[in-house]
């Protein structure tokens, strides 16, 4: 641990960040747990519809398009959002049998997932602009009874509750302390390793 710290000060990251199922043995290095939240709430209408079309995280010339636009991604939240994370991403898009990657605009990714009585959980976006969660609902043609956000919906032009997570894995920051995050946040599900 020591090494990998030294290593990320001498190339000069400004946060380490850490998923782990036990927090105490990472307290002696500097990090310190952060409370993520889900954020809860009707879902919006009036959106403006676009055109979309569903990707296969299998299928050569789809996993292709999202490496580029991972690659070109803009931040989903201005609270706490990761850049580069494609591998885990695509990863991650491999584990979840029920996640639906939506190509909306031939530009944006939305990576969701059906909710439980009859909801709709947004699990991240990818692409160079995050369109408001009405646009994407109305393109998506879902009319879903509640919304969950799994990231901080700064950017979708909606507010949701914020729920405290809850789970097994501790979030970890190592970090100056004008950076932690001052309002509720989540690291979306597609981000986690």
């Not at 990320?8 to 409370?35: H, K, S």
């Not at 990818?126 to 950017?155: C, K, M, N, Q, W």
């Not at 097994?168 to 950076?179: C, I």
């Amino acid at each position: 641990m020591e090494a990998a710290l030294a290593h990320c000060d001498a190339e000069g990251f400004e946060a380490v960040v850490l998923l782990t199922d036990t927090p105490e043995l990472y307290g002696r290095y500097g990090f310190e747990p952060l409370a993520q939240h889900r954020f809860a709430g009707a879902a919006p209408t009036g959106g403006r519809v676009r055109p979309v079309r569903r990707l296969e995280v299998g299928r050569k010339a789809d996993a292709a398009l999202l490496r580029r636009l991972l690659d070109g991604r803009r931040p989903v939240s201005d609270r706490f959002a990761p850049l580069r994370q494609t591998e885990m991403f695509l990863f991650n898009a491999l584990l979840m049998p029920d996640l639906r990657l939506d190509l909306i605009d031939e530009d944006t990714v939305i990576a969701w997932q059906a909710g439980q009585n009859g909801g709709f959980e947004l699990l991240d976006i990818v692409g160079g602009e995050i369109p408001d969660l009405a646009d994407i609902l109305a393109s998506l043609r879902i009319a879903p009874a509640r919304v969950l956000v799994h990231f901080a919906p700064d950017r979708l032009a909606w507010e949701g509750k914020a729920v405290a997570g809850t789970g097994d894995m501790v979030l970890m920051l190592r970090t100056k302390r004008g950076l932690r995050p001052a309002k509720p946040f989540a690291l979306p599900p597609m981000a986690e390793f």
